[in-house]
């Protein structure tokens, strides 16, 4: 008698019904949230949303964007240490700054952003969003938004950030990522500490023009 093969069962499939929160209100209420709970992201929770960002738009359906997916304390923690130097690294070349204390009091997402890189080491989970080559930006972009567009509908907070050249050799060596892969984006992900939107942005009227530069649109 022929042994069957052993194999283990399809995964269940992502249920896209879950993101039942109307798209103006995702989008409306999305903000950079920097400060997470300890609580874990449920992996039924991260596929859901890394199926919704390789549902985005990308150059000649290449599909080239890659997620690398951290939720390993240890690997975090070490990515974390990363992040951070890569944060004031960022800082000194900008602003000159090297320490807390030298972020203005009126600086306020400064301040928010430097908590958020000593806190990194803590996310419930990050996402490093990449590209095979060619390397394209707008082939992850648009993925990014979808992710966490897709966060916001479970309730999951996140902001996209970038690391510093400072880093990068050893943030691959950490991770094994193959050398010819581009970094675009680094998202934590996690439950907010403090609520989500309404944001506040510049009016459109300041930021859009009409046919020509500078040019007001009818709204202005």
Not at 174 to 179: E, H, N, R, S, V
Request: net charge positive.
């Amino acid at each position: 008698m022929t042994a069957i093969p052993n194999h283990p069962a399809p995964a269940t499939p992502a249920d896209p019904a879950r993101l039942a929160m109307p798209l103006g209100e995702a989008m409306f209420t999305q903000r950079a949230i920097r400060r997470f709970r300890p609580d874990p992201v449920p992996l039924a929770d991260l596929r859901l949303c890394l199926e919704a960002a390789v549902r985005a738009p990308n150059g000649g359906n290449r599909q080239i964007g890659r997620f690398l997916v951290l939720t390993d304390r240890v690997v975090i923690r070490e990515f974390g240490a990363l992040y951070r130097e890569a944060w004031w690294a960022k800082r000194l070349d900008e602003r000159g700054w090297t320490r807390p204390e030298d972020i203005p009091p009126e600086e306020k997402t400064s301040r928010a952003a430097a908590g958020l890189a000593d806190e990194m080491q803590d996310a419930p989970c990050i996402v490093l969003a990449l590209a095979e080559p060619p390397g394209w930006a707008n082939s992850v972009i648009p993925a990014a938004q979808n992710l966490m567009l897709a966060a916001r509908a479970l309730g999951i907070g996140s902001v996209p950030t970038t690391l510093h050249p400072k880093v990068m050799d050893r943030v691959y060596a950490l991770l094994g990522i193959p050398k010819d892969v581009t970094f675009h984006f680094c998202i934590p992900l996690g439950y907010p500490r403090g609520s989500f939107g309404p944001n506040r942005r510049r009016p459109t009227a300041e930021t859009t023009y009409l046919n020509r530069w500078n040019a007001p649109p009818p709204w202005a």
